[in-house]
C-alpha cells in the first residue's frame, strides 16, 4: 500500500463518524500530512456545517506548515457556494500545493470543477486513490444524484423454515424472530439512514414507532404507503417522536412500477437513504422491479410451520455474521 493509500484509506475511516447526520451532504473525509505526519484531520459536520476540508484545516494548530503539506479527501473538494462557503477556495487560500482525491463528485454542482479550480491555481491534483473504495463509501451519495433516487435498503427478519409473519396473531404488535442484539443492530442502522418505508399491513398489524429508541441517533423520516388513506391516524407512526410521509393514490399511480414512483417522489423530498422495512408484499414490490441496493436478511431460530413466506430475490453475498442464536447476511445487487 502507497503512502497514498494509507492516508486515503485513514480519510475513509474518519468519514464514517458522519454517518446519519451529514445527509443530504456526503460524509467526507480528510487528512492533511507533512512531512509524512498527518497535522490535521477532520470530517463532514452534521448538515450546515463545515466540511471535512475545512474542519482538518481548523485542526493543523501551525498553518505556516500548510504551505508545504498534501491534503487528503474521499471526495472532489467543492467549488460552490452551499449552505458554506466552496472548499477548493479554502484551500487554495491556505496555498496547500498538493492535493490527493479518492474519487471525482459527479453532483453537476462540481463534476470535476473543484479539481479544476485547484490546478488552475497552481495547485497539484491527484485523482483517483482508493477510487473504488471511495465510491463504495459515497454509495448513498452517488445514487442519489447519478440514480435520482435514494440508496435502498431491504430488510427483513424470517424464520428458520423462511416465514417473514406467522399466519394470523392476537394482538397488534409484531411476533419477534430475532433476539436482542439484532434488533438493536437495526436501531443503529435505522439512525445511520435518512428515511424508513413500511406499508399498509405492517401498519395496522405491528403498529410500529420505526425510531431509534434502542440506539442513540436520530429517528429517520417514516415513509408509509397507504393507497386508500385508511390508516387511523391514532397509530404510532403518525406519532410526533419523526416526520412520517404518506404515500397514497393521491401521489402515485399503483397500477404501474409503484417502487419506481415512490423511489423518485423520495428523490423529490431529497431523501439520499431508506430502509424498506415493510412486509413480503411491500419489499417484492421493490425486488421484481429491481430497486434496491442492499438486502439485510436476519434468520432467527424460531419455526412458524406456516404462515407468511419472505421475499424472493438473487443477489451476491457480500457479508455474514452470526449474532448470539441469529444469523445475518448482507447481499448487494449487482
Known amino acids: 500500500m502507497t503512502n497514498h493509500e494509507t492516508y486515503i484509506k485513514r480519510c475513509i475511516e474518519i468519514a464514517k463518524n458522519g454517518l446519519g447526520i451529514t445527509r443530504p ?19 463532514t459536520s452534521e448538515y450546515g456545517g463545515h466540511h471535512a476540508e475545512v474542519n482538518a484545516i481548523n485542526t493543523v494548530s501551525n498553518k505556516d506548515l500548510l504551505k508545504e503539506a498534501t491534503l487528503y479527501v474521499t471526495l472532489e473538494p467543492c467549488s460552490h457556494f452551499g449552505k458554506t462557503p466552496p472548499c477548493s ?25 473543484g479539481i479544476k479550480k485547484l490546478r488552475d491555481a497552481g495547485c497539484k491534483v491527484t485523482v483517483g486513490v482508493l477510487e473504488n473504495e471511495c465510491k463504495n463509501h459515497h454509495k448513498r451519495f452517488f445514487t442519489f444524484h447519478n440514480k435520482k433516487r435514494p440508496y435502498i435498503i431491504l430488510k427483513w427478519a424470517e424464520t428458520n423454515d423462511g416465514f417473514i409473519a406467522p399466519e394470523t396473531k392476537k394482538e397488534q404488535k409484531p411476533v419477534w424472530i430475532t433476539n436482542v442484539f439484532s434488533r438493536q443492530l437495526v ?16 401498519a395496522l398489524e405491528d403498529n410500529p414507532s420505526l425510531t431509534t429508541r434502542n440506539w442513540n441517533g436520530k429517528n429517520p423520516i417514516r415513509v408509509v404507503i397507504d393507497k386508500n388513506e385508511k390508516l387511523s391516524k391514532e397509530l404510532n407512526v403518525f406519532n410526533n417522536d419523526a416526520e412520517t410521509i404518506l404515500i397514497s393514490k393521491n401521489n402515485i399511480d399503483f397500477s404501474k412500477n409503484s417502487a419506481k414512483q415512490i423511489s423518485y417522489l423520495l ?4 431523501i439520499n437513504s431508506i430502509i424498506i422495512e415493510g412486509g413480503t408484499k411491500t419489499l417484492q ?48 445487487n449487482d
Not at 484551500?91 to 463534476?111: L, M, R, S, T
Not at 428523490?267 to 431529497?270: G, S
Request: charged share 25%.
Open 25 to 43: 451532504n456526503p460524509m467526507v473525509g480528510s487528512v492533511i500530512v507533512h512531512n509524512n505526519k498527518i497535522i490535521g484531520e477532520g470530517f
Open 187 to 202: 436501531h443503529r442502522w435505522r439512525a445511520e439512514e435518512q428515511a424508513i418505508l413500511i406499508g399498509t399491513n405492517t
Open 89 to 113: 477556495n479554502l484551500i487554495i487560500k491556505h496555498n496547500i500545493p498538493n492535493v490527493v482525491v479518492g474519487c471525482v463528485d459527479d453532483n453537476e454542482k462540481v463534476a470535476g470543477k
Open 285 to 332: 414490490t421493490f425486488i421484481d422491479e429491481n430497486l434496491w441496493d442492499e438486502a439485510r436478511i436476519f434468520t432467527g431460530q424460531i419455526e412458524f410451520k406456516k404462515g407468511i413466506k419472505a421475499p424472493k430475490f438473487s443477489g451476491k453475498l457480500i457479508f455474514k455474521k452470526n449474532l448470539i442464536t441469529d444469523s445475518l447476511k448482507i447481499y448487494r
Open 267 to 270: 428523490f423529490q423530498q431529497n
